[in-house]
């Protein structure tokens, strides 16, 4: 037997106020209709949205943790509290971020492994996002030194045995000695290498594109800045337009008025904005804990007690309300950054990131104040408040 939902009473986040409202009918996880249906029909599992907006589901391609579970922590429960809480800020899907300790076991990488496509009663763990370990000492921000290490295919090697095809993003410095070669083993291996925690030349950075590298992981964050006689990795990636962009919409990781200038000149499809989120996602301001070290969660951002900024404890759905308001883009445009241009880079775009008949049933259903009413996975109402 069939698993239906119809939502009904919609308003499409891509159409005018003033058209007619709509409906979705989703059966076994995929939406098979879009047009106005009888709610009375015959349909016993309605979900009425009285006039809300429906949107795409979000996708988060890197968040470290959430809801007081972290990636690091290896266990099922901590997966599942980043994926009910990534759920209450219309988060369908996301990447598990994390790191990789060389010479140790990496239990933590196993389980996200192992645990990708599990029902977690949120949003879908689709894959691993790796910060590193082949990343510059000298920019590693909050990743810790034991996290990292010099380029090498038999450490990719290993780090490719243990998340069994399940690596979905890996963030890379492409100056250190050997990065291209792991660059071009992971384009082969389809996996998305990605520019970030680098000391890169501009020269460099472009050498990097060559090789491989087509996104960016917190654009701004971990990389030299904009010199008018150092250039550096920036103005190649503004100018690299096949490149991609991971941005932090918080107005504390990059200013308004620098996101401002950010989102015109990489423009609405190349960008993608992130939380880079920690536990405390969900949580109360105060004091957590992160690969071993104390950091303080105040305001949305998280920082170490030396001021070092590790993170955000922002919602997907708030960072689209800040990107909104520091950079007057409409909502139907934040949402396809947030919704299709992830799904394009992990190339899941025939089956997430937008809505059309034949699409996984990923949606979220937004009240006029932007915040999230319901979210809706592979069909099933996950949150609703």
Known sequence: MKQELLIANCRLFDTAKDEPTTSILIEDGAITRIDRIDAAAGHDNVLDAEGRILAPGLIDVHIQGAGGGDVLD?????????????ARFGVT?????????????????????ENVGSD????????????????????????????????????????????????AIMTIAPELPGSPAVIRRLVDSKVVASFGHSSATYEQTLEG???????????????PSIHHRAPGPLVAIFETNHITAQVIPDGVHIQP???RLTFKTLGPKRTIPITDGMQAIGLPDGKYIYNGIEYESKDGAARYADGTLIGTALGLSQML?????????????AIRMAAENPAKVLGLEDKKGSIAVGKDADLVLLDTDRSVYATIVAGKIVYKK
């Open 321 to 333: 309300d800040r990107l909104m308001t520091f950079t007057d883009c409409p909502l139907n445009t």
């Open 120 to 167: 977690f009663g949120g949003a879908s763990l689709l894959g691993i996002h790796l910060e590193g370990p082949f990343i510059s000492a000298e920019k590693r921000g909050m990743i810790q030194p034991n996290c990292i290490c010099p380029p090498s295919e038999q450490v990719l090697d290993e780090i490719m045995d243990i998340t069994k095809g399940q690596l």
């Open 257 to 259: 008025p620098v996101l």
């Open 74 to 86: 290896a266990t099922p429960q901590a997966l599942k509290a980043i994926s009910r809480a990534c």
């Open 93 to 113: 899907g996301f990447l598990a971020t994390t790191v990789f300790k060389p010479g140790r076991a990496n239990e933590h990488l196993a389980l996200a492994a």
């Open 209 to 223: 594109f060559d090789a491989g590298i087509s996104h960016v992981t917190h654009l701004f964050n971990a990389m």
